[in-house]
């Protein structure tokens, strides 16, 4: 419980509290004026105050950690199994937990900073987890009971913390509802711990499946029976490119060699094609040659009478002489003819010399060739090779990962369905446990109301099901009350614990649009139920909230009033000043 709450700070209103019921309330003076307003007094500060000293997280320029609290240092004075100890939070310094009292029997020790010993966050909560519900000191595992998710359903902050019994702020994550709930409720939560991976282990499957088919995983996209056919067809390309690589000869001088090959093909194809044109002249040439006749004389004779007739009196050599000039012309011409035949026959017989010559060679160099490749051509290869290989290994992943979704798809089902007889099981062995908690806020709620509300413990196919209702609970107060009578039912089961957290801290809120004659039917069960079953309760009101005509007789408020926050003055809030 909750011994003493102070400050460094004089201005602070240090608050003691002792075992079963306490107030701090906030009250209008006589001095203040309709301006004036309670609020800011320091009534939620006080719960944020509780909260930050027991490790909650704190941002900067949020909560407690502004600039007006600079230098400030907050003092929870705390009994855990009859051991007291206190711890310092440092606005300036949020990080370390301060800590004074015996600490010899903690699981964990505080380590000496400044002469002072001190706990980081971590490991104050997870001794805190320990002190107050005996929670593992480490674990592993996802979705289990933390300490700081616990005692907020115990010290409840924000008034959205009291919007529904189940939950300590708004769009708490339905595993956080189920799991911290049924541990409360002393239910097996590791079951809805389980259901919670199974959800996870779901949802990841089907974020594959769905990401498949929408092409958004590479290779993945097809039904098995498409993906096994393009394993088979990569299966088979790739083998024959390996054999391809396997029989594969890299020569050195490939290159060189190929320059070669192509230079006397080039050689080759220059000598044959000249070899053609000359043969076309030669067989011109010869023909030419054997045409070629010396002219008739009477042929000389007829050409020298017609010309005396076509042309008289033009002066004409001797037939001889013409006779003797046309043999030396077809004589020289023959000659010419003779010569290029000759010719051109040596240049073919020694270009086909050529060509066989280099036919010869570039058989020998196209041998190799044929037998050895380049090391660019060998790379092209194997770099084919490696692209089918890395296709196959990722159709085949994607086979194993397609059998591996339908499997756990199919195996999932099953494990669900197991779970929730282990569940139900479970439940039924604790059937003590969840009737005393229904009793329990049965009874409470029908001392506010005169007729039993219903608490709803159940476990489905989506884990365990919470619910309550109370008649006419149309209205919010109603619903405050609510959550009112089920942290009552869980501080009654947790006081026969130990450890326990023997803790119940309500802010004002609750209170707000509940009936006088409810209202103060809850302050009176609290104080009641507080002394008798050795739990601390401490709330907050504001004082002319208080129903006073509505309470039994002998039910005396101000006795339990621990601390007043007042308007008179901002002196009489309880930080002494106003952020």
Sequence with gaps: MIKKLSANHPSFKTIEFSAGFNVVWADRTQESTKRDSRNGLGKSTLIEIIHFCLGAKSSKGKGLLVEALKGWEFTLDLEVDGKEFSVTRCVDD????????????????????????????????????????????????????????????????????????????????????????????????????????????????????KAAKTGVVKG????????????????????????????????????????????????????????????????????????????????????????????????????EEVQAFHHDIIENRRGFLAAEVSRLKRDVLAREQIIKEKSNERATVMAVLQTHGALEEYTLIQKRHLETVNELNSVTSSIDNLKACEIGLSQLKIDQEVLQQKARRDYDERREIWEKAIELFNAFTERLYNVPGRL??????????????????????????????????????????????????????????????????????????????????????????????????????????????????????????RF
């Design 220 to 319: 993945f996209v097809g039904s098995l029976g498409d993906l096994e056919a393009r394993r088979v067809r990569l299966q088979k390309k790739g083998d024959a490119e390996a054999a391809d690589l396997a029989s594969f000869k890299v020569h050195p001088q490939y290159t060189e060699i190929r320059t070669q090959a192509n230079q006397l093909t080039g050689e080759i194809h220059e000598a044959s094609n000249k070899n053609a044109v000359d043969q076309r002249m030669l067989s011109l040439y010869e023909k030419a040659l054997t045409e070629e006749n010396v002219p008739v004389p009477n042929a000389i004779e007829k050409l020298y009478a017609d010309a005396g007739i076509s042309l008289p009196g033009v002066t004409l050599r001797r037939i």
């Design 456 to 577: 709803v413990i159940d476990v489905a196919a989506t884990g365990f099901k919470f619910d309550v209702e109370i008649e006419r609970s149309g209205s919010s107060g109603v619903g405050n009350m609510k959550v009112f009578c089920y942290d009552m039912t869980i501080a009654s089961l947790w006081a026969e614990k130990s450890p326990s957290p023997k803790l119940v801290v309500h802010d004002s809120a609750i209170f707000d649009g509940v009936d006088e004659r409810q209202r103060a039917l809850a302050l009176e069960v609290a104080a009641k139920e507080a002394e008798a079953r050795q739990f601390q309760y401490i709330c907050t009101l504001n004082s002319d909230e208080v129903p006073w005509s509505e309470f039994t007789e002998g039910f005396d408020l101000r006795a339990f009033v621990k601390a007043t926050l007042t308007d008179a003055n901002v002196s009489g809030s309880l930080l002494g000043l």
């Design 94 to 209: 949020p990080n370390n937990f301060y800590v004074e009292g015996d600490t010899s029997a903690w699981p964990v020790k505080p380590k000496k900073k400044k002469g002072e010993y001190a706990f980081g966050l971590r490991d104050w909560n997870a001794l805190l987890g320990d002190l107050f519900y005996k929670l593992p000191l480490e674990t592993e595992e996802k979705y289990q009971p933390t300490f700081r998710s616990l005692v907020s359903y115990s010290i409840r902050r924000g008034k959205d913390a009291f919007s529904t019994p189940f939950e300590h702020h708004r769009k708490q994550v339905e595993w956080d509802k189920q799991v911290h709930n049924a541990f409360l409720l002393g239910l097996a939560w590791a079951d809805a711990s389980e259901l919670q991976l199974l959800k996870d282990r779901k949802k990841g499957l089907e974020s594959l499946k």
